[in-house]
């Protein structure tokens, strides 16, 4: 089980919201650019952020450009999901492929600094604090395999192959 706050945005966050412009010098030193994650859409994400807490979207979060830094710098933030109405694909590719989860579910009953409980096998996510229960789609199996092992390059280099 996920448990942790829930950070609200709204709609069309794009990579460019993820990962400022300005910090794109920063490429190939990750750590650092996670320091920034966020902070076009809000200045003080990154500093508040804990391990375990959730980025909570409106329609069409990750859009623009299929940079694979954008989930991985979220990730490394610290964030274990992404809840959103609807995501970008090659943002919820990546991400999977990351290893960080993306849930496609109404996030109307979720407010900025709600306190969240996420079962990922289940599809459900409990709002602790207004107790509302949301549902989202069943993920793959396949792709609960790959978020176990923490991504596609850990769960291949531990099985091999992809068992579908």
């Known amino acids: 089980m996920l448990k942790g706050k829930a950070f609200k945005f709204g709609d069309d966050i794009s990579t460019d919201h993820i990962i400022p412009g300005k910090y794109a010098y920063l490429r190939s030193n990750l750590p650092e650019l996670a320091k920034h994650v966020m902070e076009d859409a809000d200045p003080l994400f990154a500093s508040r952020v804990k391990p375990g807490d959730f980025i909570v979207g409106g329609n069409n979060f990750g859009l623009g450009s299929s940079r694979e830094h954008a989930p991985l710098v979220i990730k490394m933030a610290g964030v274990k999901a992404i809840l959103a109405k609807s995501v970008a694909r090659i943002f919820f590719r990546n991400a999977i492929n990351l290893g ?37 789609g069943k993920i793959p199996d396949v792709m609960l395999k790959i978020l176990d092992e923490g991504g596609l390059l850990p769960y291949i280099e531990k099985h091999g192959d992809i068992k579908l």
């Open 100 to 136: 960080l989860p993306i849930l496609i579910c109404n996030t109307d009953d979720i407010a900025n600094g709600d306190q969240l409980e996420i079962e990922l096998e289940a599809g459900i996510i409990r709002n602790k604090t207004n107790g509302k229960v949301l549902t989202f």
